[in-house]
């Protein structure tokens, strides 16, 4: 399918590795132009020179953390008009609740509420001028249902993803449309770290822990990066244009519902 978006810019925050890298090689596929970024220069060197080998498309590279200031004003500077955004973060490491300090809170909040929507506010006003936006976030299954030690990403998730839920519905006639995905068990390096987490708490190998919660899936296993990031370029996409303020669970049939 031709995704009808070849020579869009996009911006795809965290994207040297996981989840991000597999939305910049679909955005790349499509023949979208990239900005990646990455926290190791040396990953998100890797993944940008192998995108351009693959897909012949033009990227550049920002080495920052897009938490900060300086790292979204690197990214903006980077492509001052992008037509895509897709948010990306990493979220705070397993972590009972009452062990969280004031500054802990306040740092996942910053890292999976404000920053998306601080990259949003510079991103909207030039794609509603043009007529076409494509924005997607990638939150988590945890906004629909808990993980244990994960309480401040999905509290944090959960209130960008309410916080939108009247933005997408003001842009709308825009030719903008804003979306969220909802990953479930991806084969990341996030997943394995949770994995190795757990396994060490129950005396089993990393291989073990992994076969249970692999078997936990309705589908029977992990989900890639790759089928992750062309739902991703889908929702990016010219056929998507009347899908906005939805909430797309990637999660192998793991989250128990009719609706």
Do not use: W
Not at 37 to 60: C, H, K, M, W, Y
Not at 223 to 233: K, L, M, S
């Amino acid at each position: 399918m031709d995704l009808g978006i070849a020579g869009k810019n996009a911006i795809v925050c965290a994207s040297s590795r996981g989840l991000g890298r597999g939305c910049a090689m679909a955005l790349a596929e499509a023949g979208c132009n990239l900005v990646v970024n990455g926290r190791d220069p040396q990953t998100l060197q890797e993944t940008a020179q192998e995108i351009r080998d693959r897909f012949g498309v033009s990227v550049a590279e920002v080495a920052a953390d897009v938490s900060t200031y300086e790292g979204q004003k690197a990214l903006l500077a980077a492509c001052p008009a992008p037509d895509i955004l897709v948010n990306n973060n990493a979220g705070p490491p397993l972590k009972d609740f009452q062990a969280l300090s004031r500054e802990e809170l306040l740092k996942g909040v910053t890292q999976n509420m404000v920053t998306p929507l601080e990259l949003i506010q510079a991103a909207l006003p030039g794609m509603t001028e043009r007529g076409f936006g494509r924005i997607v976030n990638i939150t988590s299954l945890s906004v629909y249902m808990p993980i244990s030690g994960l309480d401040l990403s999905s509290g944090a998730r959960a209130g960008l993803t309410a916080f939108l839920a009247g933005v997408s519905r003001k842009v709308a006639n825009k030719g903008v449309t804003i979306n969220n995905l909802l990953p479930g068990k991806f084969g990341t390096d996030r997943l394995n770290s949770n994995i190795r987490h757990a396994a060490e708490k129950a005396g089993r190998s990393f291989e073990e822990q992994a076969q249970r919660q692999a078997s936990e899936v309705p589908a029977g296993r992990f989900g890639t990066p790759e089928e992750f990031g062309q739902v991703c370029a889908f929702l990016c996409s010219i056929h998507a244009g009347y899908l906005t303020g939805q909430n797309i669970r990637l999660d192998g049939g793991l989250f128990p519902s009719a609706f």
